[in-house]
């Protein structure tokens, strides 16, 4: 198959642009390049002949037209955003245009090229989206996102991800443009950007920093490494069907202390600190505003549909992570750098 991805050099893309090409698929990595992306991350796949890049902007129309009629893919994997809730809350206008604005940029140039094409039944827009659409869950086992979760977004990130998902049901509703569309949980792994949760953890343990956990730590996330997230997108992408949505997660519900504990035990074990535990360096720190207390996704429909399951334990990828990070120094340090990277950010 031939793909266009977009955001192919941000943390996820990077991971399917890879898995991808090992798979023998031919990709175009669309990307504009923002403070998140580091084509350092495909650097292997960039050496395959069924590999191209384009810089170019989701909200640029003439730019997606050329590409799409330069390339002609079969599939648009579609994963391009700005991603961090806390820079959401600083500045909300640019996930609106990105999230909102650049996804009906890219679902009209879809359209436009799959009609000219003769409107072909195997062609597929895939819209890669978060569990955050669904809202805030109790601390109760019970329940959890399915499919049918109503909407309920309450971070600019997520309200602009739900606007975004709701685009594209409707452009598959009213001009049946062959839509896939997933929601996965908080995915962690290799080439994570330097201000998610994980990575900070990592790099602040190794620096002798303060390590953050906002409010007191109870926020509970699920976590799925990268590489099966990549995994879980081509199985859509192959055997999902169209119109469909389907729930990704890995089934490890952690509290954010619970995972920066982990996260320090494994440290302990791989790089002792002489002075003291790494989780001496835990400091709790104002919470984000309108924080979400749980997100929890229930699998069921892709593992019976598709027969997927995640392949990694989190223990196993957590382990991995930290192992990628101490052996990829010269990746991490290079980012440190960039704007808003290290600071506290979306306090409100
Ligand atoms: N990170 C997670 O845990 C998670 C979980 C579920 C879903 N998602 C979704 O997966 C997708 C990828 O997330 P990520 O964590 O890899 O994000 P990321 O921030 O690491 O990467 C985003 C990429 O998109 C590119 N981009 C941003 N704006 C663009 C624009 N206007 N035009 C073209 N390219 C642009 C950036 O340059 C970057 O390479 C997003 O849609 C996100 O909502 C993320």
């Excluded at 991350?41 to 989701?58: G, L, M, T």
């Excluded at 648009?76 to 700005?82: P, S, T, Y």
């Excluded at 593992?303 to 101490?326: A, I, Q």
Aim: charged share 25%; net charge negative; with cysteine.
């Amino acid at each position: 198959m031939k793909l266009l991805v977009t955001g192919g050099a941000g943390f996820i893309g990077s991971a399917v642009v890879r898995l991808a090409v090992a798979r023998g698929h031919h990709v175009v990595n669309l990307d504009a390049l923002t403070y998140a992306a580091c084509l350092d991350n495909v650097a292997e796949a960039a050496e395959s002949p069924r590999y191209a890049f384009e810089h170019a902007d989701i909200r640029d129309r003439a730019a997606l037209d050329r590409i799409l009629d330069a390339h002609a893919p079969d599939a648009v994997l579609h994963l391009a955003a700005e991603s961090h809730v806390d820079r959401s809350i600083d500045g909300p206008g640019t996930f609106v245009e990105t999230n909102v604005t650049g996804t009906y940029t890219l679902l009209e140039a879809a359209r436009a090229y799959w009609t000219k094409a003769g409107r072909p039944g195997d062609f597929r827009f895939h819209h890669v989206s978060t569990d955050e659409v669904f809202g805030s869950l109790p601390h109760d086992p019970d329940v959890k996102f399915t499919e049918d979760t109503p909407y309920d977004p309450r971070s600019p990130y997520s309200a602009t991800k739900a606007a975004s998902d709701h685009l594209v049901r409707a452009w598959h509703e009213t001009y049946g443009l062959p839509v896939l569309l997933t929601n996965c949980s908080n995915n962690y792994g290799p080439y994570h950007f330097p201000e998610k949760l994980i990575p900070v953890t990592i790099l602040n343990a190794l620096a002798g920093r303060p390590l953050p956990v906002y409010g007191d730590g109870s926020n509970v996330r699920d976590w799925l490494y990268v590489e099966d997230h990549a995994d879980a997108l081509l199985r859509v992408l192959e055997q999902g069907r169209v119109g469909r949505s389907y729930n990704i997660g890995g089934e490890n519900e952690r509290s954010n202390l619970e995972l920066v504990r982990t996260l320090c035990g494994i440290l302990d074990r791989l790089r002792p600190r002489p002075e003291s535990p790494y989780a001496d360096l835990v400091t709790f720190v104002t919470d984000r505003p309108g924080h979400d207390a749980r997100y929890a996704i229930d699998p069921t429909r892709i593992r019976e549909e598709l027969g997927w399951r995640p392949s990694v334990t989190v223990e196993e990828g957590l382990e991995r992570t930290v192992r990628w990070y101490l052996d990829n120094e010269a990746w991490w340090r290079a980012l440190q750098d960039r704007d808003g990277v290290g600071r506290r950010l979306g306090t409100g």
